[in-house]
Nanobody, 124 residues
């Protein structure tokens, strides 16, 4: 599986962006999916993850209520809708996939695949 993240950019605080993660191959529906992010000088951190069907969704406390993760298995695509963006959301966002790691415990060491990342910059 190859993952390609897109949709990043520069936005003012309070604005919105929608990230997409397109997956190659025919087995997208077999993978739990999620997002991590890494800001300059900081460690990589969990953002959100989603179950195979999309019914189970998990969020970091820092984005809960502002971000929404979703997936469309028929389109091999995952999304991250980001609203009410803050300067502290500035980071490179990576989409990830795992066939075994449960989305309730989305650990970077358990990922099978990583996308190349998309830059999100929020100006205050």
């Amino acid at each position: 599986v190859q993952l390609q993240a897109s949709g990043g950019g520069l936005v003012q605080a309070g604005g919105s962006l929608r990230l997409s993660c397109a997956a190659s191959g025919q087995t997208f529906y077999r993978y739990y999916m999620g997002w991590f992010r890494q800001a300059p000088g900081k460690e990589r951190e969990f953002v959100a993850s989603i179950s195979l069907s999309g019914s189970g969704r998990y969020y970091a406390d820092s984005v809960k209520g502002r971000f929404t993760i979703s997936r469309v298995n028929a389109e091999n695509t995952m999304y991250l809708q980001m609203n009410s963006l803050k300067s502290e959301d500035t980071a490179i966002y990576y989409c990830t996939a795992s066939s075994t790691t449960q989305p309730s415990n989305w650990d970077p060491t358990g990922m099978d695949y990583w996308g190349r990342g998309t830059q999100v910059t929020v100006s205050s």
